[in-house]
């Protein structure tokens, strides 16, 4: 079945630290991927999307991720993280010949910044 | 509204009651999509509208489950003899169209079966 897997329910960094949030697809053929970040007492939002323009994607909030069809990933990084990034991000994918409607959600990361 | 709008945003009901769930999406967007989800786990997929009709209703669970969306734009998500296991938030979404990905959500309605 097609699916979409992130890796960790939690993540804990320190302030300025790296983020790496992890994502995995499950297809031979490259999806439409998407990540979500959803603030506490707040609806999901669009952080950014791949669409096979370019691998790299640069997102809202200096957020990016980098699409790797050998490893089948799209991974969510940050250089540097602020208290304001704490929330959960969900990767998302729509594959080739699902309903336009359908995007499959991961089970969510929830991000904890330490100061 | 600027945003997506659902109502209410908390329920608690008994077992067996009959629930309306309603969502007001932004002005002008066609697309409009219901999600559920519950504890520890992503939005799953429930159904999603093109215009007035339901353009795919393969996530809905069982026969208990049925939205509508009369004129195009609020749509309300009815849930017959609920049962403990439909508590969950119940997202709603709106787009441009259906074809973008790019979902507006709202802050969802906590749905608690008792």
């Known amino acids: 079945a097609q699916s979409v897997t992130q890796l960790g329910s939690h993540v804990s960094v320190s302030e300025g630290a790296l983020v790496l949030l992890r994502c995995n697809y499950s297809?031979?053929?490259?999806?439409?991927l998407f990540w979500y970040v959803q603030y506490p007492n707040q609806g999901l939002q669009l952080l950014l999307k791949?669409?096979?323009?370019?691998?790299l994607v640069k997102g809202i909030n200096g957020f990016e991720a980098e699409f790797k069809k050998s490893e089948t990933s799209f991974h969510l990084t940050k250089p540097s993280a602020h208290m304001s990034d704490a929330a959960e991000y969900f990767c998302?994918?729509?594959?080739?010949?699902?309903?336009?409607?359908?995007?499959?959600f991961g089970k969510g990361t929830k991000l904890s910044v330490k100061p | 509204g600027a945003g997506v709008s659902q109502t209410p945003s908390n329920k608690v009901t008994e077992k067996g009651k009959y629930v309306e769930l309603r969502c007001d999406p932004i002005?002008?967007?066609?697309?409009l999509y219901w999600y559920r989800q519950s504890l520890g786990q992503g939005p799953e997929f429930l159904i999603y509208?093109?215009?007035?009709?339901?353009?795919?209703d393969s996530g809905l669970p069982n026969d208990r489950f049925f939205a509508v969306r009369p004129e195009g734009s609020v749509s309300t998500l009815k849930i017959q003899r609920t049962e403990r296991g439909d508590s969950a938030v119940y997202l709603c979404?709106?787009?441009?169209?259906?074809?973008?990905?790019?979902?507006?959500f709202g802050e969802g309605s906590r749905l608690t079966v008792l």
């Open positions: 791949y669409t096979s323009a370019a691998t």
């Open positions: 002005s002008g967007h066609t697309a």
């Open positions: 979404a709106s787009a441009t169209t259906a074809n973008t990905g790019e979902l507006f």
């Open positions: 509208f093109q215009g007035t009709g339901a353009a795919d």
């Open positions: 998302a994918v729509r594959y080739y010949g699902g309903s336009q409607g359908n995007l499959i």
């Open positions: 297809s031979s053929v490259p999806p439409y």
